[in-house]
Nanobody
Framework: QLQASGGGLVQAGESLRLSCEASGFSFEYYTLGWFRQIPGKEREFVSGVAWSGGTPDYSGSVKGRYIISRDTSKNMVYLQMNSLKPEDTAVYYC??????????????????WGQGTLVTVSS
């Protein structure tokens, strides 16, 4: 299971850090991804990083503002969100996939999902 946390209400320009903890399995051989979803819309890829390391991937809308990282000793993945905008408001989910890099943005490729954490950015 994956457990996401860290969401909250912030003002535009502020920062938040989301956390995702795995329990019951090891992240080894997985890629961890962050997605976000607004009611009535599809789940949108935000960022992904392979547990083994390598260059993370970001969507164009967050690149340069968000940073994904992982702590292999704690089985944790983080999403540092800076310079937040009202359009970043969504429920954020973490997921785990064994798919290749080109499939990281496809939510159907993810085996596990966390329960989501709400991020609200006020203007």
């Amino acid at each position: 299971q994956l457990q996401a946390s860290g969401g909250g209400l912030v003002q535009a320009g502020e920062s938040l850090r989301l956390s995702c903890e795995a329990s019951g399995f090891s992240f080894e051989y997985y890629t961890l991804g962050w997605f976000r979803q607004i009611p009535g819309k599809e789940r949108e890829f935000v960022s992904g990083v392979a547990w083994s390391g390598g260059t993370p991937d970001y969507s164009g809308s967050v690149k340069g503002r968000y940073i994904i990282s992982r702590d292999t000793s704690k089985n944790m993945v983080y999403l540092q969100m800076n310079s937040l905008k009202p359009e970043d408001t969504a429920v954020y989910y973490c997921g785990a996939t064994k798919g290749v890099r080109s499939s990281w943005s496809d939510p159907q490729m993810y085996y596990y999902w966390g329960q989501g954490t709400l991020v609200t950015v006020s203007s």
